[in-house]
C-alpha cells in the first residue's frame, strides 16, 4: 500500500511539473494596447451583446465591426493570468457564479479581482491561443461550435476545437492628429476621439518635458466627457479639468509634463483606459475635489496622484479594479492631513511608500503582487 502511494505522488509530481511547465502565449500584452478576440471556427469577434455596461451582461460573439464592445485591454495580474477588459464598459470578463460545469456561462462583471475573472493565454500555433479559466481549468468557447451572430460564449473542457482557438488582434489608433491649441470640450458636452491619437505641437501647446505651465491637450469644462482618446507623444500637460468630468477609454502612451490636473473644484471620474511613462506625476489635483478611478492601468511613474505640494485642502481619491505598477514614489502623496484616499480590488506592484503622507486610507480586496 505505501508503495502504490509513493508512486501516486511521484506520478502527481511528475504530472505537476507538466502542468506548471506549460508554456503560456511567449508574446505579452501590453495593457496600453487595445485587442479584439476574432474565434477560428467562426471568424468573428468577441463582444459584451448589447452594448450591456451592467453586471452580468452577456459576452457572445458578433461580427466583427469595429466597435468598442468587441475590444478588449488584455492586463497582465501576474502568476501567468491575464484579465481581460471591456473597452466599452470597463467590465472584466469571467465565468459567472464561480461555475466549473462544462457549458458555464460567460459574462462580464465588475472586475475585484477573483480568479474566475484571470485567464490563462496559451500559444495553439498558428497565431491562435486558447484562453483557460484560473479558477474552473476550463477553455473560452463559442457554444456548439456556432457560427451564428449573438451566438452564446462558455467555458468548456479544453478540447482542442476551433471554436476554443482565438486571436488577438491588437486594434491600432485610427489617425494621428497633430493639435496646434488646446481642445476645449464645452460644459456639459462630450468628445469621442474614435480612437484616434491626439499630440501636442510641440511649440504651440508643450514639448511634453518636465517644463511647467505647459498647455493642455484638452480643456474639460464643468460636466463634459472625454472619451475614446489616445494621447501620443508629446502629450504636453495632458488634460486639465474646470470642475466635474468623465474620462472614459482614454490611453496615455507617454505621460507629459503630466496626464491630468483637476484645476477647478469638481467630481472627475477615471474609468477604463490606462497611463505610463510618467517622469514624475500621472495625476495632480490643484483643488479640493473628489477622484474616482475605475479599471485604470496605471504604470511607470514617479507618483500615481500627487495633490499639489504644500496644499492643505481637503481631497478625496477612490481607486477600485485598477492595476497599479512600478511607482517610484507612492500612489498617492499629499501633505493635507484631512484628505483620504480608499482603495478596493486593485492588484499592484513595486509602488514605492505606496501612502506618502496620506492621514487616511481605507484598503480592501487588494493585491500585492510580484
Ligand atoms: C508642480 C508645480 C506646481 C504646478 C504643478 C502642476 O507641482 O510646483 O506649481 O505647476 O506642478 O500642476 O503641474
Ligand atoms: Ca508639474
Ligand atoms: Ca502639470
Redesign the pocket.
Known amino acids: 500500500m505505501k508503495k502504490l502511494v509513493s508512486v501516486f505522488v511521484v506520478l502527481g509530481l511528475l504530472f505537476s511539473m507538466l502542468v506548471v511547465t506549460e508554456p503560456a502565449f511567449a508574446a505579452s500584452y501590453d495593457n496600453s494596447k487595445k485587442y479584439k478576440l476574432v474565434n477560428r471556427q467562426s471568424g468573428k469577434a468577441l463582444e459584451v451583446y448589447g452594448w450591456s455596461t451592467e453586471n452580468g451582461g452577456n459576452i457572445a460573439q458578433y461580427n466583427d465591426w469595429g466597435g468598442t464592445s468587441q475590444q478588449w485591454t488584455v492586463i497582465d495580474v501576474g502568476q501567468g493570468y491575464h484579465k481581460f477588459v471591456n473597452v466599452f464598459s470597463g467590465k472584466a470578463m469571467e465565468v459567472s457564479n464561480w461555475n466549473k460545469d462544462n457549458g458555464a456561462n460567460v459574462a462580464q462583471w465588475t472586475d475585484w479581482n477573483g480568479e474566475s475573472q484571470q485567464w490563462k493565454i496559451v500559444d495553439v500555433g498558428n497565431g491562435y491561443v486558447k484562453i483557460i479559466n484560473r479558477f474552473s481549468n476550463k477553455a473560452l468557447e463559442v457554444y456548439e461550435r456556432s457560427k451564428e451572430n449573438g451566438a452564446n460564449v462558455v467555458q468548456y473542457d479544453d478540447l482542442g476545437g476551433a471554436n476554443q482557438q482565438w486571436k488577438l488582434v491588437e486594434v491600432k489608433p485610427k489617425e494621428t492628429i497633430v493639435v496646434n491649441s488646446t481642445i476645449v470640450v464645452k460644459a456639459g458636452e462630450v468628445f469621442d476621439g474614435s480612437g484616434n491619437r491626439y499630440v501636442a505641437n510641440p511649440t504651440t501647446v508643450g514639448d511634453g518635458s518636465q517644463k511647467?505651465?505647459q498647455k493642455s491637450v484638452f480643456r474639460l469644462e464643468d460636466g463634459a466627457t472625454l472619451k475614446n482618446v489616445v494621447l501620443g507623444a508629446p502629450a504636453a500637460?495632458g488634460v486639465h479639468t474646470y470642475g466635474d468630468a468623465l474620462i472614459e477609454n482614454v490611453v496615455w502612451e507617454d505621460i507629459g509634463?503630466?496626464a491630468m490636473?483637476i484645476k477647478k473644484e469638481g467630481h472627475v471620474v477615471i474609468r477604463g483606459g490606462s497611463a505610463q511613462h510618467g517622469s514624475d506625476?500621472m495625476f495632480?489635483i490643484?483643488a479640493p475635489s473628489q477622484l474616482d478611478i475605475i479599471n485604470f492601468t496605471a504604470r511607470d511613474a514617479g507618483k500615481m496622484i500627487?495633490q499639489?505640494?504644500g496644499s492643505t485642502f481637503h481631497t478625496e481619491v477612490y481607486i477600485e479594479g485598477s492595476v497599479i505598477t512600478d511607482m517610484n514614489e507612492a500612489i498617492f502623496r499629499t501633505d493635507s492631513s484631512t484628505s483620504k484616499v480608499r482603495m478596493v480590488n486593485t492588484r499592484y506592484s513595486n509602488v514605492g511608500k505606496k501612502w506618502y503622507g496620506v492621514k487616511h486610507v481605507s484598503e480592501s480586496g487588494n493585491v500585492e503582487f510580484n
Open positions: 511647467e505651465g500637460d509634463e503630466d490636473t506625476k495632480q490643484n500627487r499639489l505640494g
